[in-house]
């Protein structure tokens, strides 16, 4: 049974493969992104705000998927710190908006892709533990909180992908 997909921060190479995967097999996939890229059908930052005029425009959606975002700075300032607090409130912000608008579907899921962070001690991934651990928690909490709304929330952490690295930079973390 075909559905209708939005991809949230689809620019990614892993969500452009997800984007195709899921077309081919006969779903109807609409990608975001936060700043115009090629073959991308939605743009704009504003994804709670929009979420509803897009879900009209696109939609029903009835699955929506978060794509990993390219976080790559430390966390060593108070300045970092903040930046971490600002984006995580902003994206908790977006996953309630997601749930509360596939809570008015019947058979709808929400999944939010994360980047696994244990090998960013031997490769430059984009990764924040303490923004992957938070978000983690909140989306466990948040899934019992609505799965009797008919929603279903799935986290999926991410290794890093073979094609982002180069085979010497692999070598060497072996």
Same mark, same amino acid.
Request: glycine letters at 4%.
């Given at each position: 049974?075909?559905?209708?997909?939005?991809?949230?921060?689809?620019?990614?190479?892993?969500?452009?493969?997800?984007?195709?995967?899921?077309?081919?097999?006969?779903?109807?996939?609409?990608?975001?992104?936060?700043?115009?890229?090629?073959?991308?059908?939605?743009?704009?930052?504003?994804?709670?705000?929009?979420?509803?005029?897009?879900?009209?425009?696109?939609?029903?959606?009835?699955?929506?998927?978060?794509?990993?975002?390219?976080?790559?700075? *430390?966390?060593?300032?108070? /300045? =970092? $710190?903040? !930046?971490?607090?600002?984006?995580?409130?902003?994206?908790?912000?977006? +996953?309630? &908006?997601?749930?509360?608008?596939?809570?008015?579907?019947?058979?709808?899921?929400?999944?939010?892709?994360?980047?696994?962070?244990?090998?960013?001690?031997?490769?430059?991934?984009?990764?924040?533990?303490?923004? *992957?651990?938070?978000?983690? /928690? =909140? $989306?466990? !909490?948040?899934?019992?909180e609505i799965f009797?709304?008919?929603?279903? +929330?799935? &986290?999926?952490?991410?290794?890093?992908?073979?094609?982002?690295?180069?085979?010497?930079?692999?070598?060497?973390?072996k």
């Amino acid at each position: 049974m075909e559905k209708n997909i939005l991809i949230l921060d689809a620019d990614h190479h892993l969500c452009q493969a997800l984007a195709a995967e899921l077309h081919d097999a006969g779903h109807h996939v609409f990608k975001h992104a936060r700043q115009y890229a090629q073959g991308i059908d939605i743009v704009g930052e504003a994804v709670a705000n929009s979420l509803p005029q897009w879900n009209e425009q696109y939609g029903p959606c009835n699955r929506i998927v978060f794509g990993l975002r390219d976080v790559t700075e *430390s966390v060593d300032s108070i /300045a =970092a $710190i903040l !930046s971490v607090e600002q984006e995580l409130s902003t994206m908790l912000g977006e +996953i309630k &908006a997601c749930a509360q608008l596939l809570s008015r579907r019947d058979d709808s899921q929400l999944w939010i892709l994360l980047q696994e962070d244990s090998m960013r001690y031997y490769l430059p991934i984009a990764s924040q533990p303490i923004r *992957s651990r938070a978000l983690t /928690a =909140a $989306i466990k !909490s948040l899934a019992k909180e609505i799965f009797s709304l008919g929603v279903r +929330i799935n &986290a999926l952490q991410v290794q890093p992908l073979v094609e982002q690295f180069d085979a010497t930079t692999w070598k060497s973390v072996k």
